[in-house]
């Protein structure tokens, strides 16, 4: 068993996009990339993600800004905040972290936001893009997975694909990206969801099997079959007497037991979670340099 | 086995349709909706698609126009003419027949189409707001699709769906369908290709199985679950003495031996193609009732 070790792929592609924004950019007074950051409200888990994605700008030598805004901001002004940075020709894309509030109607300011500078990828203009092969924005955390798949030399065409959960940031965008017709597509996915019957059977069959059900060391090892290939998408804070700070960070496998069966798998944390910080960065210097009409 | 009677059911979808336009648009001053076809060139099977989509609109009391160009017209003269439908209030929604001549890029004309006209649902915006489960126009044959299994009440709800075939205006957009979080979705979807390994393993297991290949005939009883749901969206002229025009229309089903093992099958002609354009008028009348932002 090999790990699909996501943290140093990660760091790789920040050196990467670090080395392409000195030498593209900054030594021929460009400005380097400028991405913000939309943040609604308090709630701790957006602003530690915001707060990982401003330091990992930094790395790569990204200029960033976060706007805050309290909770209790009208949808009206949210909108309108979107349209000033849609407009502002300093900042090349842009994230509004999601959840918002229940009063804002996401899928409204998501259809608001500029889709040459929507680097989460989530408007449908590059929804649908990317189910056309077309050049767009990828969602991060399948985009990560895609490139750590690629960056790792594993083949795609031709295996037997199962995605266990059909969220429109991971599951879907996922089945679409491994069936189109690419280099790391080419697969014969099967998309599987809480209404899937014989759940266990099908992740059997699976040569490549990810997990995104948000169900923490849910799958165990009599769902996979010897040598697969897993992907782990889930992150939880487990609670844990043998950790200082109270708990411990577990992905939807049973580790341990799922590891010893595959040939390679990602692990949790340091598998998939670094690798859609990066995507992120990706898109955002793809943004930059106007690559998406 | 029984037929899956898309010709009937169209039938009764247009019946449907030309009552609701008499009622709540003829008899309240309402124009008719009215709907465009641009047709390149003198391909004889795009003449008698176009010529079958204004049949159908006549029988609806639709509304039509057909915009002719020779196959030499230059792709900067589509795009005005696009641009004038686009703008034109009389046309509530309109389609350029594909395919076009090798000199215009297609995804390039449909691009230019207004979304709110798009009744053909191929603009990239329309396939994200499928993806996404949010009002849009669905592409013509898979929304066909959908529709029969439900004029016929077939649960979709965890049951295996596997589609041979994974093109942009079939097998694709009817993966993300059958798979979604709807009445007549929800489906444990496996899309294959060309590239797809034991394919016949993989269709044995479908419990509704959807041809769309594009080869005569290719596929036979021993790839068929018992009792299966099967679809075949195939359609091709294949020479035949028995018959006074020469030819005979064919699925991509061996028929007579496929169909004895299905509890449904779609007979070929009359069974997804009547569909297809019933699809395009509820298309075109969405797209004159506005309901498509």
Redesign the interface.
Known sequence: MKLLDGKMIAAQIKREIAADVAKNMLDKSIPAPHIAAVLVGDDPASQSYVAGKEKACREVGFLSSIYRFPASIPESQLLEIVDFLNQDSEIDGFIVQLPLPKHINA?KIIEQINPQKDIDGF??????????N?P?FLPATPFGIVTLLDRYDIET??K?CVILG?S?IVG??L??LL???TKRG?S??????S???NISD?AREADILVVAMGKPESVTADMIKQNAVVIDVGIHRVPSVESKSGFVLKGDLKFDEVSKKCSYVTPVPGGVGPMTIASLLLNALKAAKKEVK
Chains 1, 2 share one sequence.
């Open positions: 899928q408007h449908p203009v590059n929804v649908g893009k990317m189910v056309l077309l767009g065409e031709g037997n059909r429109n879907t965008p089945s679409i069936s189109r017709k080419n014969t996915v099967t998309l599987c969801h209404l899937t019957k099908i």
